[in-house]
């Protein structure tokens, strides 16, 4: 006989979680929870992103400083594989510069280099939008590593709000707000984000110590971490080697109280509503983001929260049965007479629309990781989903004799 299909079940995937200290505030200490995250994936997609741009496949991704100086040689930037085993395989192999010296290594949007990764960050940060609000420009995911004293360029502010989660080691942000607090004649570098050319200011000369008064510090170990809005001055310091994850949403302005989308509901997730989902077009083309214009493209877009994704699994076979496998948001709208428009993970296609696929849908996507078998109006869709890891295939069972 077969094994029953309903027996075939999995413990459900944990989303994660982050909790705020100070849920209302500009800045907060937070303390969060990711099984998935850890130091070891962060510092492996940092690898992953030097080497891509040693490659000459990426432009202003990363950075790396020892001792207060920016380190170009390509050969002792961490791009191997035996790199990717961790910092102290990388001091190990490039012998320039040891674990005493002060080192800054930074990479960006590295969510584009590691897929899951991608997914645990989407996950994590999708269930606080309905509190956060989505901001108007790009999101992407940062990884800091090393041990230095004062992040390079010392005191400075961005139009994007931050998320950092302390994966390994102990670190303080030490924070300001407003302008009144600069001492008369410091000078005020202006720079932009290389991605959407956003602006940013930073202090150079200002020794942070000489007007730690007039702000607040929030030191963090892993498991914790802080947030801070646009605007807000900040420096950050390591007490001990660390990893950190930082995302930052743009908001395109250094305005403490910068203008976010609120979601439709409590969650994103499910069918959105057409007037809503104008709104995010229209809050996302107003600020000179390009949205494509098709509702596919904005779908997309929301269910990576605004960053750019990692690529999806090559399509497998068509399943008979799956199970849910990612807590991330997937979204729908109606692309026309009989068609659905789905989206997940960045990534959005059609699918033929009516009671079966939208019944289906709705159960495959319940939060139990129960097993369910695919009509068959629903082969494509399935398969499309478990490309993209939201829901995985169930092997087929064996035949008892």
């Known amino acids: 006989m077969?094994?029953?299909?309903?027996?075939?079940?999995?413990?459900?995937?944990?989303?994660?979680s982050v909790a705020f200290a100070d849920p209302g505030g500009v800045t907060s200490a937070l303390s969060w929870s990711a099984p998935e995250l850890t130091a070891g994936?962060?510092?492996?997609?940092?690898?992953?992103?030097?080497?891509?741009?040693?490659?000459?496949?990426?432009?202003?991704?990363?950075?790396?400083?020892?001792?207060?100086?920016?380190?170009?040689?390509?050969?002792?930037?961490?791009?191997?594989?035996?790199?990717?085993?961790?910092?102290?395989?990388?001091?190990?192999?490039?012998?320039t510069f040891g674990p005493?010296?002060?080192?800054?290594?930074?990479?960006?949007?590295?969510?584009?280099?590691?897929?899951?990764?991608?997914?645990?960050?989407v996950e994590l940060l999708a269930p606080h939008l309905w509190r956060l609000g989505l901001p108007p420009g790009h999101v992407e995911v940062e990884v800091f590593h090393g041990a230095y004293r004062n992040t390079p360029g010392g005191i400075?502010?961005?139009?994007?709000?931050?998320?950092?989660?302390?994966?390994?080691?102990?670190?303080?942000?030490?924070?300001?707000?407003?302008?009144?607090?600069?001492?008369?004649?410091?000078?005020?570098?202006?720079?932009?984000?290389?991605?959407?050319?956003?602006?940013?200011?930073?202090?150079?000369?200002?020794?942070?110590?000489?007007?730690?008064?007039?702000?607040?510090?929030?030191?963090?170990?892993t498991g914790g971490g802080f947030f801070w809005r646009s605007g807000i001055w900040h420096v950050g310091e390591t007490h001990e080697p660390s990893v950190a994850l930082n995302i930052a949403s743009y908001t395109r302005t250094l305005d403490v109280g910068a203008k976010l989308l609120p979601l439709w509901g409590d969650r994103l997730h499910g069918e959105v509503p057409a007037d809503w989902l104008a709104d995010y077009r229209e809050h996302v083309r107003s600020t000179g983001e390009d949205a494509a214009g098709e509702d596919a493209a904005v779908l997309a877009r929301l269910t990576a929260l605004g960053m750019r994704p990692a690529a999806p699994d090559a399509p497998g076979a068509v399943p008979r049965s799956v199970r849910r496998e990612s807590t991330a948001p997937v979204l729908w709208s109606p692309a026309g007479p009989g068609r659905l428009t789905v989206a997940a993970l960045g990534h959005a296609a059609d699918f033929a629309d009516g009671p079966v696929t939208r019944g289906w849908l709705a159960a495959a996507l319940t939060d139990r990781a129960a097993a369910r078998e695919v009509p068959r109006e629903c082969g494509r869709l399935a398969q499309w989903l478990c490309a993209q890891r939201i829901l995985e295939p169930i092997p087929e069972p064996m035949e008892a004799s």
Request: with cysteine; glycine share 6%.
């Open 2 to 16: 077969t094994e029953d299909l309903a027996s075939r079940s999995a413990p459900a995937r944990s989303p994660g």
């Open 41 to 95: 994936l962060a510092w492996s997609a940092l690898t992953r992103t030097f080497a891509a741009e040693a490659a000459g496949l990426l432009g202003d991704q990363v950075k790396l400083h020892v001792n207060g100086e920016p380190v170009v040689d390509h050969d002792s930037w961490p791009t191997t594989d035996a790199d990717a085993a961790g910092p102290a395989a990388w001091l190990e192999r490039q012998r």
């Open 100 to 121: 005493d010296d002060d080192r800054f290594v930074y990479a960006r949007a590295v969510q584009e280099h590691d897929r899951t990764l991608f997914r645990t960050v």
């Open 156 to 221: 400075h502010r961005e139009g994007c709000t931050n998320l950092h989660l302390v994966l390994a080691g102990r670190k303080s942000m030490h924070f300001w707000r407003g302008t009144d607090w600069v001492p008369a004649g410091t000078t005020i570098r202006e720079d932009v984000e290389p991605e959407s050319e956003l602006p940013e200011e930073y202090l150079p000369d200002l020794d942070r110590r000489t007007v730690a008064e007039h702000g607040h510090s929030l030191t963090a170990t």
